[in-house]
């Protein structure tokens, strides 16, 4: 797990995270605001969970930017720990949150996770 542990701290600074973790699964929460289960993308592929989350911003008319600093989308890898599976995981997303649940098991098998929205 110490992997994916590492690949969590390389997220950009704007991206929070925790990685908690049971008997039976691994669970990743991360903060996407303005991220919608719309706008999100979340597989598995050969060991590594891929998140593709992209979001939309606009400025009124009447403004424009000066400093421009919160990115519109974010493409992450992240390595799998060796006993995790994306069989039978399980994503929502609420609120700009994202909860994924990951089985422990053996097998790595290349799925995409829907994403549900609360």
Same mark, same amino acid.
């Given at each position: ?8 701290? #390389?997220? *950009?600074d704007?991206?929070f995270?925790? %990685?908690?973790?049971?008997? +039976?699964?691994?669970k /990743?929460v =991360? #903060?996407l *605001?303005?991220v919608?289960a719309?706008? %999100?993308?979340?597989?598995? +592929?050969d060991g590594? /969970?891929? =998140?593709?989350?992209r ?8 403004f424009r930017?000066?400093?421009e ?5 974010l493409?992450?890898e992240?390595?799998l720990?060796?006993?995790?599976s994306?069989?039978d995981?399980?994503?929502s ?5 994202l ?7 053996g097998?790595?098998?290349e799925?995409?996770i ?5």
């Amino acid at each position: 797990m110490s992997a994916l542990r590492e690949a969590l701290r #390389d997220l *950009p600074d704007a991206v929070f995270a925790d %990685l908690l973790e049971s008997d +039976e699964a691994y669970k /990743l929460v =991360i #903060d996407l *605001p303005g991220v919608t289960a719309e706008t %999100l993308d979340v597989r598995v +592929e050969d060991g590594r /969970l891929v =998140i593709e989350a992209r979001r939309t911003k606009s400025a009124p008319a009447e403004f424009r930017y000066l400093r421009e600093d919160r990115s519109l989308f974010l493409d992450a890898e992240l390595p799998l720990p060796p006993d995790a599976s994306g069989e039978d995981a399980e994503a929502s997303m609420s609120g700009g949150v994202l909860e994924l649940t990951v089985p422990k098991r053996g097998q790595d098998v290349e799925t995409t996770i829907e994403v549900t929205a609360e």
